[in-house]
């Protein structure tokens, strides 16, 4: 399996390579040349496994010949054996349509556990018997910072320097990171900053020559293909579970970068029978206009009660441009350009045509996102966080057949957000018994201004040459 850039113009790269490199040289972001496709036999044939072997059948395609598949099995039980599910990604039932998929039984309460502690496998796997060291340079607006963090803490050869929006993320998310005090884990407030100038900064500093000379930079966001390839996964064993390959599945899934929802993308293009992917956003909802109408244009971020989503220049969108409008990695470097100078840019016809079967969006606002933490605690006795309130709105409200289930991705813990939850359903959730003193733990964090010339300056500060490109 090779991978291309979304933008063309970059070598096409192996799983390893593509793992390294995290975005691609031209600043498109890697998709595989094709898409692997599984049989009706062969998903029926996946029915009952536990969750690692589902994983290692799902991704081997997408990692080829880069790891074996025995030891690819091994890396998937040791990423989900800290799981504190045995199922790792169960699914709860709500009423006869709408299902729960829980992907908050990680190390760190949040969906991002579930490919971070694979690719911190990866990068360690990758990096045996040589002499590199990775600099990991990420972004996060709460989840994706604590996830990765716990996932490359203390590795030898890893530096990890992840920039957040300095009070735009909820006091558990913040501690989770900075509470963390290792000499690899650098955690920087941008001060006066939104996640999108964050990833913006991260982006830039693969295509500052000066950095990807010294340092050999890589990304734990979802710009990295392997994020999402393990994303998969749990698109299957939902599926499977609720009569894949013979009955067809929905899923509503609270959208931010757009990487939760490509995953969904891939399943269906992989052969997963899926009737409708909900792209359900907060009022930050740049993705519902352009799927709506094809309007893509930043407005501008609004803080909300969902802060992880609080996202408008939405990364992995570029990848369904891609894949859904032909492929054409050319006219895609231009019509990125143009987003990138005006922050706005309409949809081509083949675009909206190509997403106009599988997807599906609704735009969220809090007075909906209180009354679906409401209607779940009320109707099924469930505490869900305000992400999952906005996937569950949309999957209620939902057009779809009589008799497709419709899956809601329960990408949070409530306890993660707890005064919002409290507002809304009068029930403060608890931490589990491990995070009981958060609260109380000594935390790390550097405030800098949000400024691409100081974190780059930071980083070089503080990370550490790579001796294979510094030669
Ligand atoms: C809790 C939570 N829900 C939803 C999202 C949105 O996911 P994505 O960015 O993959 O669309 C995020 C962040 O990404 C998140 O942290
Ligand atoms: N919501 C994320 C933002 C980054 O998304 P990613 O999936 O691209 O890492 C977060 O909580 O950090």
């Known amino acids: 399996m090779d991978y291309i850039s979304t933008r063309g113009s970059a070598a096409p790269l192996d799983f390893r390579s593509v793992t390294l490199a995290g975005l691609a040289s ?47 099995l091994e890396l998937t039980r040791q990423a989900y054996g800290r799981f504190a599910h045995k199922a790792v990604t169960p699914l709860v039932q709500f009423d006869e349509r709408n299902w729960l998929l829980e992907l908050f039984h990680g190390p760190t309460l949040a969906f991002k556990d579930v490919a971070l502690q694979l690719l911190g496998l990866l990068f360690e796997e990758f990096l045996k018997g040589s002499d590199q060291h990775l600099t990991i340079v990420g972004a996060t607006s709460g989840d994706t910072g604590s996830a990765a963090i716990d996932a490359v803490a ?26 963390v005090i290792a000499p690899n884990v650098h955690n920087i407030a941008l001060e006066d900053a939104s996640f999108d100038d964050a990833q913006a900064m991260v982006k830039r500093m693969f295509a500052d020559t000066d950095m990807t000379g010294r340092f050999r930079i890589t990304a734990v966001n979802s710009i990295n293909w392997a994020r999402l390839m393990a994303q998969v996964v749990y698109y299957f064993a939902a ?49 519902h206009r352009a799927l709506s109408s094809g309007d893509y244009s930043a407005h501008g971020v609004t803080p909300t ?5 609080d996202i408008q220049v939405s990364s992995n969108f570029e990848r369904l441009l891609f894949d859904a409008g032909g492929r054409d990695g050319a006219a895609l470097a231009q019509q990125m350009r143009g987003f990138e100078g005006a ?14 079967s599988l997807f599906a969006s609704a735009r ?17 006795g ?23 289930p419709v899956v809601t991705l329960a990408t949070a813990a409530a306890a993660k957000f707890g005064p919002a939850v409290e507002a809304a359903i009068g029930v403060s959730p608890r931490l589990p ?4 003193d958060l609260m109380d733990r000594e935390e790390a964090c550097t405030d800098l201004p949000g400024t691409y010339d100081a974190v780059a300056a930071f980083v070089a500060q503080h990370a550490t040459p790579s001796p294979a490109l510094a030669d």
């Open 239 to 287: 599926a499977i579970q609720l009569g894949a390959p013979h009955r067809k599945t929905a899923f509503s899934v609270p959208t931010g970068n757009f990487g939760d929802v490509f995953a969904g993308h891939v399943a269906a293009r992989m052969g997963l029978p899926i009737e409708k992917l909900i792209v359900a956003t907060n009022v930050n909802d740049i993705l």
């Open 154 to 179: 203390g590795r030898e050869k890893i530096d990890i320097f992840m920039l957040h929006p300095k009070g735009r993320v909820s006091e558990v998310q913040r501690r989770q990171m900075t509470s």
């Open 433 to 436: 018994p491990r995070l009981a």
């Open 364 to 380: 969220v606002d809090a007075r909906q996102m209180s009354a679906a933490m409401r209607w779940a605690h009320d109707n099924c």
């Open 26 to 72: 031209d600043g498109g972001l890697y998709v595989p040349r094709e898409w692997p496709r599984f049989s009706g036999d062969d998903i029926a044939a996946m029915a009952g496994l536990p969750y690692a072997e589902l994983a290692a059948k799902v991704m081997q395609p997408f990692v080829g010949d880069c790891i074996a598949p025995e030891r690819l």
């Open 382 to 404: 469930a505490v869900i966080d305000p992400h999952t309130a906005i996937g569950l709105s949309a999957a209620l409200e939902a057009d779809l057949p009589r008799g497709v």
């Open 305 to 309: 009660d969902a802060p992880s989503m």
């Open 343 to 356: 922050k706005a840019m309409q949809l081509t016809n083949a675009q909206r045509e190509g997403s106009a």
